[in-house]
């Protein structure tokens, strides 16, 4: 947080962040609780990142806030983890039903992706 307190670019790292936490708020990830003695809390911080386009422009400014997962114990913390991702079968599979059918393929960006995914 000091570098980007320090940048010149201070109040669009602000508004990244603003927008990660509208983002997580809107979707209901968390609520504030008071906290018991004896709880356990998780420290979090942001990570942050420029995104550029095809011709190396900077086209978005990215904040995200991560859980220091490294202080969670398992039985304690969670009992299970998920991470939804793509495997490179379905992606190449993909690909080539796109040529064979002669169709564009285009990259999308989703905001907060993860936190659209259903669990079970």
Not at 43 to 62: A, L, W
Not at 81 to 106: F, N
Request: glycine share 4%.
């Amino acid at each position: 947080m000091r570098e980007v307190r320090a940048s010149p670019q201070v109040t669009k790292w602000v508004a990244a962040i603003k927008r990660e936490m509208e983002g997580l708020h809107e979707k209901g990830v968390f609520t504030k609780v008071r906290r018991v003695p004896g709880m356990r809390t998780i420290p979090t911080r942001f990570v942050f990142k420029i995104k550029t386009d095809q011709h190396g422009n900077v086209s978005k400014y990215k904040a995200r806030l991560v859980a220091k997962g490294y202080f969670q114990q398992k039985g304690t913390d969670f009992t299970e983890s998920y991470a939804p991702t793509s495997s490179a079968v379905a992606i190449r599979a993909a690909i080539a039903i796109a040529t064979a059918y002669d169709l564009e393929i285009e990259h999308l960006d989703v905001a907060q992706a993860f936190l659209n995914a259903e669990i079970d």
